[in-house]
Nanobody, 124 residues
Framework: QVSLVESGGGSVQSGGSLRLTCVAS??????MGWYRQAPGKEREGLAA???????TYADSVKGRFTISQADNKKTLYLQMNNLKPEDTATYHC????????????????????WGPGTQVTVSS
């Protein structure tokens, strides 16, 4: 069992930045990533870093969001720049199957572990 807790969400204006942090209770060689979910919308994988350090992003956030991981692998970050109103959602981190990319993150979350999320609200 792995527990994850996110922090760093908040309310910002369009064009602003936020940095999200996720702390895991353990690291067991899985891929880790960030996904978001807004009311009435499907879960969307945003960024993932696998056990080899390979990083992948969804097209919707490429160039604006940066995922990184602490040396101990148990802390995950998401730097979000140039935020837009359509980025408003609850952001979750997840620990999932090895080799998972951002494209497949949303589909694999149910088979792994995820945190309760942190709310990000971007106003225009």
């Amino acid at each position: 069992q792995v527990s994850l807790v996110e922090s760093g969400g908040g309310s910002v204006q369009s064009g602003g930045s936020l940095r999200l942090t996720c702390v895991a209770s353990a690291y067991r060689g899985h891929s880790m990533g960030w996904y978001r979910q807004a009311p009435g919308k499907e879960r969307e994988g945003l960024a993932a870093i696998d056990e080899t350090g390979r990083i992948t992003y969804a097209d919707s956030v490429k160039g604006r969001f940066t995922i990184s991981q602490a040396d101990n692998k148990k802390t995950l970050y998401l730097q979000m720049n140039n935020l837009k109103p359509e980025d408003t959602a609850t952001y979750h981190c997840a620990a999932v199957t090895r080799g998972t990319t951002a494209e497949h993150l949303a589909a694999t979350v149910d088979y792994g572990y995820w945190g309760p999320g942190t709310q990000v609200t971007v106003s225009s």
